[in-house]
T-cell receptor
Framework: AQSVSQHNHHVILSEAASLELGCNYS??????LFWYVQYPGQHLQLLLK??????LVKGIKGFEAEFIKSKFSFNLRKPSVQWSDTAEYFC???????????FGKGTTLSVSS | DTAVSQTPKYLVTQMGNDKSIKCEQN?????MYWYKQDSKKFLKIMFS???????INETVPNRFSPKSPDKAHLNLHINSLELGDSAVYFC?????????????FGPGTRLTVT
């Protein structure tokens, strides 16, 4: 069965600190991988996605993620967080034959100014 | 020009009632979805429709019935509401059933059953 694990439940950082959120998935075939962000009271927005090609993908707002196939990982990074990055972050996968996204349980990021 | 819209945004109702949530997308996508986000913010697929045909029906009580009058709309009807149905329901759409693409989410409907 496919699954997504996000290791960090709640991350608390000060502004300008670097961020790395872990995401591991379980699926043996080709996958599409995503990071979505949900700001307080808002809907899900796509931060970045990996379909194929360069395993280092860049998204919006200075976020990037690296797909490491051998580790089944797709960790999200940002060199310097801002207070406005406070949100819930979801890693998700979809296999090529499937349609629906399978989400991790999310990581709450709190950034203090 | 909202891409995926849902109505209502908030819905408060009593146990036992029947309610509907509407979703519309103006992206010309073929596939639409309903996801449920529980109180712990965990998101899980409920249904998926491709061109008005049901293609995913996860383990959801049969009190939940999706209806797709056309490929731009996917409504969710819930009968005999229970306390455990309280959640945020997100509609989403995507270009097709398979292949590499992203999904676009609506703003969510927060359902509170009292």
């Amino acid at each position: 069965a496919q699954s997504v694990s996000q290791h960090n439940h709640h991350v608390i950082l000060s502004e300008a600190a670097s961020l790395e959120l872990g995401c591991n998935y379980s699926y043996g075939g080709t996958v599409n991988l995503f990071w979505y962000v949900q700001y307080p009271g808002q809907h899900l927005q796509l931060l970045l996605k990996y379909f194929s090609g360069d395993p280092l993908v860049k998204g919006i707002k200075g976020f990037e993620a690296e797909f490491i196939k051998s580790k089944f990982s797709f960790n999200l990074r940002k060199p310097s967080v801002q207070w406005s990055d406070t949100a819930e972050y979801f890693c998700a996968l979809r296999n090529q034959a499937g349609t629906a996204l399978i989400f991790g349980k999310g990581t709450t990021l709190s950034v203090s100014s | 020009d909202t891409a995926v819209s849902q109505t209502p945004k908030y819905l408060v109702t009593q146990m036992g009632n029947d309610k509907s949530i509407k979703c519309e997308q103006n992206l010309g996508h073929d596939t639409m979805y309903w996801y449920k986000q529980d109180s712990k913010k965990f998101l899980k697929i409920m249904f998926s429709y491709n061109n008005k045909e049901l293609i995913i029906n996860e383990t959801v009580p049969n009190r939940f019935s999706p209806k797709s009058p056309d490929k731009a709309h996917l409504n969710l009807h819930i009968n005999s509401l229970e306390l455990g149905d309280s959640a945020v329901y997100f509609c989403a759409s995507s270009p097709g059933g398979q292949g590499s693409y992203e999904q676009y989410f609506g703003p969510g409907t927060r359902l509170t059953v009292t």
